[in-house]
Nanobody
Framework: QVQLMESGGGLVQPGGSLRLSCTASGNIFRINDMGWYRQAPGMQRELVATITSGGVTTYADSVKGRFTISREYRKNVMHLQMDSLKPEDTAVYYC????????????????????WGQGTQVTVSS
């Protein structure tokens, strides 16, 4: 059983900062790519930032220069440092990760699978 748990959301004023964390737990062999997504009320879930197992990062244009994604590989933890927050950043933020499991007995190859966290609310308001 593999799980993702987000933490660090809350209420912050415009221009403020928050740091989100995502911790993976359970029977983990290897984590491939990880990412943060967000969903505002009435909107579709959108990509915020991703980070590969090799540390390559990508960002949505709307957060470039304000958000920083990072990983602590030995601890299976991912962070999202959010600075210069704007009201339009208000959303539920979700952690996503792709895991790899090696071949089980009798199977020829391992498999990749995806998990989502339960989400953490970020509200930017004065």
């Amino acid at each position: 059983q593999v799980q993702l748990m987000e933490s660090g959301g809350g209420l912050v004023q415009p221009g403020g900062s928050l740091r989100l964390s995502c911790t993976a737990s359970g029977n983990i062999f290897r984590i491939n790519d990880m990412g943060w997504y967000r969903q505002a009320p009435g909107m579709q879930r959108e990509l915020v930032a991703t980070i590969t197992s090799g540390g390559v990062t990508t960002y949505a244009d709307s957060v470039k220069g304000r958000f920083t994604i990072s990983r602590e590989y030995r601890k299976n933890v991912m962070h999202l440092q959010m600075d210069s927050l704007k009201p339009e950043d208000t959303a539920v933020y979700y952690c996503n990760a792709e895991f790899f499991m090696p071949p089980a007995n009798g199977l020829p190859a391992g498999r990749n699978f995806e998990r989502w966290g339960q989400g953490t609310q970020v509200t930017v308001s004065s």
